[in-house]
Each structure stands twice: as C-alpha cells, then as structure tokens.
C-alpha cells in the first residue's frame, strides 16, 4: 500500500489548452473522489466512482471538466480548454466506503492557469 | 443540503499548552459522520479524527480529541500538549452515512488555520 498517488504534482497552462491528471488510488478501494481545493477555501466535491461508474457529478464540474476510471483502477480528470478560474488544487481521494467511512487523500495536482 | 462551518479562520497555541477548534453543521439528518483532517502545508490532507453521530461518546486518538455535541449540531477539536508539527491547516467535515450516490462524498469547512509558537 503506497498510498493515494497523484501525477502530476504541478501543472502550469496557458489558457485555453488542455490537461489531464492522473490518480492511482490504494489498490483495494473501490471508491475514489476528485475534489477541488481554491486558496482559503475547504476542498468542494467534484466527482464520485465506484469502480468504474462515474455516480455523482457535482454542479461544480462544468462541461469542460471529464473524468474516467478504466477498469475501476486509476482515474483520469481531464479540463478542456482552460480558464484562469480553473486554477486550483485538485485532490484525489480513495476509499472502501460503506462502514469505512474515512478516506485516503493524495497530494493533490496544482493547477495554474496562466 | 448539509453546511460545515468553521468560524476560526486562525488560531495559534503555544507548545505542550490546550488548544480548541470550533466547527458546527447543519443538517436534518440523523446519521452521519464528522471528521477532522490536517493538511500540512504543501502536504496531503491526512485523517485526524472521526466520530459516527450514533455514539454518544467522544472520540479520541492520543492527544486529539472531540467535543460532539449533537443538538447543538458541534463538533469541535481539542490538542493537548501542542506540538510544532501540530501547526497546519484543519478541516472539519461531514458526510451522510445514507447510502446511495450522492451520500458518500465529504463536505469540508473552511479550515482553521492552527500556529504553534515554541
């Protein structure tokens, strides 16, 4: 068990392009959550898989915003053409859910949009 | 929908001394789950905490401690004998322990933002 990894660590775009984090949760989760963490502020919930089912989508995700989980394993959140507000850190986090009600966080992607 | 309020945006302690963080929620459900999280600066966000809504017993883990008062809807973090490692960001947060797809994700607070003087 290695952890909850996040790639990359930092990312700086110009507005407008592309990008895509990866997450590889802790291998026996099922359950993994990207949230969204601006300065100041508490992490806001993006989005929800068990295994590979995308559940929950909060409003937060704009069209721009898509994430996948293959096979129920690592997960990608991908931003199409980016806006300086997209600038943030997104976490990753993965867990058993049901009556294992904590979760594991990665270090996060820092996003700026330049 | 579920709010999580933190209204210490900073708190300092000096070390080995008490400190307490204030959270409070709003909900109508009865069964949940609170939590605290640390997060370090530059650090991931690390499980403090935690405390199911069903026991009227505060949680503890070593020198950290809760205060969960269910009516009042409070959930507030005690450390004892502060430490300098203790210094970083704390998030309380909340999560339904319904089932189903909107039930498992965690609502945070704002953070307090704790400093430890030597």
């Known amino acids: 068990d290695t952890g909850v990894s996040q790639n990359p660590r930092h990312k700086i775009t110009k507005r407008g392009q592309n990008v895509t984090f990866r997450c590889d949760p802790i291998s026996e989760h099922n359950r993994l959550y990207w949230y969204r963490q601006t300065l100041g502020q508490g992490p806001e919930f993006l989005t929800y898989f068990q295994n590979e089912a995308q559940l929950e989508k909060s409003r937060l995700l704009s069209d721009r915003f898509s994430a996948e989980r293959p096979k129920g394993s690592f997960s990608t959140l991908e931003i199409q053409r980016t806006e300086q507000g997209d600038s943030a850190m997104y976490l990753c986090?993965?867990?058993?859910?049901?009556?294992?009600?904590?979760?594991?966080f990665g270090s996060g992607t820092r996003l700026t949009v330049v | 929908a579920q709010t999580v309020t933190q209204s210490q945006p900073e708190m300092s302690v000096q070390e080995a001394e008490t400190v307490t963080l204030s959270c409070t929620y709003d909900?109508?459900?009865?069964?949940?789950?609170l939590f605290w999280y640390k997060q370090p600066p530059s650090r991931q966000m690390i499980l403090v905490i935690r405390q199911e809504a069903y026991k009227q017993q505060n949680a503890t883990e070593n020198r950290f401690s809760v205060n969960f008062q269910k009516a009042a809807k409070s959930f507030s973090l005690k450390i004892s004998d502060s430490q300098l490692g203790d210094a970083a960001m704390y998030f309380c947060a909340y999560r339904s322990a319904r089932y189903g797809g909107s039930q498992g994700n965690l609502i945070f607070g704002k953070g307090t933002k704790l400093s430890v003087k030597p």
């Open positions: 909900t109508s459900e009865s069964d949940y789950y």
């Open positions: 986090a993965s867990g058993t859910g049901g009556v294992n009600y904590g979760y594991t």
